[in-house]
């Protein structure tokens, strides 16, 4: 979640699918310096397991959303579904990452963390692949499960 300035511009700012890897790292810092405030959550794969992908979603989105420190007035949501949080008004974006610049902003932080996150993974688990495939199940990633099975952070529920 990030909440920008009114007046908040950078050229690069874009969808982070977009983006370079490079382009993302150059952004991350000047979003968290520039905004309001940001805050990033995750949800465990166990969670993911437990409710579902869409719903571990929504419940990072809410966590994220209350760990802001200034509290939104509207949210700007991306994609079709939400979750209502807390009575803030809202409104779902699809391909929202390309038209607003604090969903974007907010995508990039997302992809940042979740990209550095995977590389710890990957420190830990090396035969995974995840400095490369960031976690996506990539052919080289299902031939290593294949061969050495599911760690711990793999979700049990993802079908490969």
């Not at 802001?68 to 939400?82: E, V």
């Not at 409104?91 to 969903?103: N, Q, R």
Request: charged content about 25%.
């Amino acid at each position: 979640a990030v909440i920008l300035p009114n007046d908040f511009y950078h050229p690069l700012l874009n969808d982070s699918k977009l983006l370079t890897e490079k382009q993302r790292n150059t952004l991350r810092p000047i979003i968290e310096k520039e905004s309001i405030s940001f805050s990033v959550a995750a949800v465990s794969n166990v969670i993911i397991d437990k409710i579902n992908i869409l719903q571990a979603s929504f419940k990072a989105m809410h966590i994220a959303i209350s760990n802001l420190k200034t509290t939104p007035t509207y949210l700007l949501i991306d994609g079709n579904r939400f979750k209502p949080y807390n009575k803030i008004n809202h409104t779902c974006i699809v391909k929202g990452d390309s038209k607003y610049a604090s969903i974007a902003a907010a995508s990039i932080l997302a992809k940042t963390y979740r990209d550095e996150y995977m590389l710890k993974l990957h420190n830990k688990f090396n035969y995974y692949g995840w400095d490369k495939n960031k976690g996506y199940g990539t052919g080289f990633h299902r031939d290593a499960i294949a061969k050495y099975g599911l760690c711990k952070y793999h979700r049990k529920s993802f079908k490969i």
